[in-house]
């Protein structure tokens, strides 16, 4: 039985312990000599049944599930060794050739040996799925009948499901804690395992970001060079760029929209100025390479100044024109949040309109404030796309936003691209800058909840 059969199963199942819970409570209610004082909703024991009847199978599922493919290769291993057959190649690479023989006329396509395996791994196969499917819906039912059994008016049926539904809210924020680590600790190990190869203080402070290497020590580029401070300058300075275009436009657009706007302008002007975050990156990068950046070079041989092709102004301005919304948005619903006392008692004293503004609204929303800009400026760091098609691949290390630059993110993209063993500095150097990446991160975060903090204080 298929995975998502047996899922729709187990639904049914929970539906009509629900239902049948629900039913039980509602005669035993009715069949009380005397009238029933009713302390929990009927249907509480119903959310019951079906919630007992439902997760221990659904875990089980998932555990079975896991252990499903392990399982089938170790049984054709000892499938292999017991005919005595004899693989050439690696047995990950000789159990696909077989598992992915679906027709007749690839069954037909396969060595003799391979015809025989297959055979027996279709066999071995449906005994899984079968035994998982029976395994599963046995619980289930069994889980179901067993809570059907015990309920009765009795039973603290709605502390019981509010306890379930605790602890499914607690294993949802637990998942997602472990998954946090876990990406952290994979990244970390990775990391540790580049710094064994390349010094820290080589990556940290290098100025020559080479990561090729030669397969042989006479071949040209055998001496691969790691220092990502070139990355770590282009990244910010790009970054730079957007948050000076989308930081002023977004914040001003914000200030209008919120206390000038009317509603009629604000209900048509919120939503076009937020269309542009949902425009795909890649097509901010085609507007990067094919207008912006022409027109930035064509203007600078107008002035006399040297503009590469692919320059990080040119990346900088549609970057910052694209994270405009995450500044506008946010800023907007927090100076709207701030409350009209203020406004008013800030008006009442003489103040003007512009004044209010500047001396207390924006002081009041600035926590909100600075979380937009870390938002837009996360995104920035971020991005990797228009970088790629504006400001090129050149791991150059300057500060002139007229010549071509990187990004961390564009070499990460660059060093994993095409099929890649992680057992070289080349491939290993992209968890280092991810890592790098999660602690310039970690500290824009710090900053923000510092300024948060700071100013919560003040206000409230």
Known sequence: ????????????????????????????????????????????FGYVAGLVSLIPALLVLFVLHVAETPWIN??????????????????????????????????AALSHDKQVIH?????????????????????????????LKRINTETRARLIFEKIIEWILLAAASIAIMTTVGIVLSVLFESMRFFG???????????????????????????????????????????????????????????????????SVRAVAKPVLEILAGIPTVVYGFFAA???????????????????????????????IMIIPFVSS???????????????GSLGLGATRSETIVKVLIPAALPGIVGGVLLAASRAIGETMIVVMAAGLAANLTVNPLEAVTTVTVQIVTLLTGDQEFDSAKTLAAFA????????????????????RKYREQYE
């Open 197 to 263: 190869d390349v010094p820290v203080m080589d990556f940290m402070f290098g100025t020559e970001w080479s990561p090729q290497t030669a397969i042989r020590a006479d071949q040209v580029g055998s001496s691969a060079a790691f220092g990502a401070v070139p990355l770590f300058v282009g990244t910010m300075l790009i970054s730079v760029i957007a948050l000076m275009v989308s930081v002023p436009l977004g914040l001003m657009s914000a200030i209008y929209l919120s206390e000038y706007a009317s509603r």
């Open 433 to 452: 800058l991810g890592l790098m990446l999660f602690v310039t991160t970690l500290v824009l975060n710090m900053v923000a909840l510092y300024v948060v």
């Open 119 to 147: 055979g027996h791994y279709q066999r071995i196969t449906k005994t899984a799925e079968w035994g998982k499917s029976a395994v599963v819906i046995s619980l289930a039912v069994l889980l179901g009948l067993f809570a």
């Open 74 to 107: 170790h049984q054709i291993s000892e499938v292999i060794a017991s005919e005595g057959l004899q693989t050439d190649l690696d047995l990950d690479l000789y159990l696909n050739d077989i598992k992915n023989a679906n027709s007749e006329a690839e069954v």
């Open 1 to 44: 039985m298929s995975i998502s059969a047996l899922l729709l199963l187990l639904a049914f199942l929970a539906a009509f312990g629900f239902l049948i819970g629900r039913q039980k409570i509602h005669l035993q209610y009715k069949q009380q000599s005397e009238k029933p004082r009713i302390t929990t909703l009927p249907k509480y």
């Open 290 to 320: 094919l207008t912006v950046a022409p027109f930035i070079r064509d203007l600078g041989e107008g002035l006399g100044l040297s503009v590469a092709s692919e320059s990080a102004l040119a990346a900088g301005l549609v970057m910052g």
């Open 330 to 344: 946010l800023a907007d619903d927090v100076m709207s949040a701030v409350p009209q006392a203020l406004r008013e």
